[in-house]
């Protein structure tokens, strides 16, 4: 049996500069990283909102995108899972941190 994992969100380069934007990267960096056009970078960075992301949100995409990512690989290693399990943690508890924030998203 095959396992496949969806990995479209790693393919995205908009996905991929917002990422690499909130890891401190400045919009001309990552244009010559991702080899597009500064303008076109400008451009996700105004349309999405990257600086008024939430930080929760940032940690919560950047925790969903290294998940992929790792899951993607096609022989993951005993030290894989040991990652993959302690990711899966932090993403029970960051979950769990937006829903306190969020009081209406609380189940009564």
């Not at 990552?30 to 929760?56: C, G, H, Y």
Request: hydrophobic share 40%; net charge positive; glycine share 2%.
């Amino acid at each position: 049996m095959t396992i496949t994992t969806d990995t479209t969100l790693l393919n995205d380069p908009r996905r991929q500069a917002a990422l690499l934007y909130w890891q401190g990267f400045s919009v001309p960096q990552i244009a010559e990283m991702l080899q597009t056009k500064r303008p076109t970078v400008q451009s996700w960075k105004q349309r999405d909102q990257w600086d008024e992301t939430a930080p929760l949100n940032r940690v919560e995409s950047t925790l969903e995108a290294r998940l992929i990512q790792l899951y993607a690989k096609p022989n993951l290693t005993p030290h894989d899972f040991k990652v993959a399990d302690f990711l899966a943690g932090r993403w029970s508890a960051l979950h769990a941190l937006i829903a306190m924030a969020r009081p209406e998203t609380r189940l009564t």
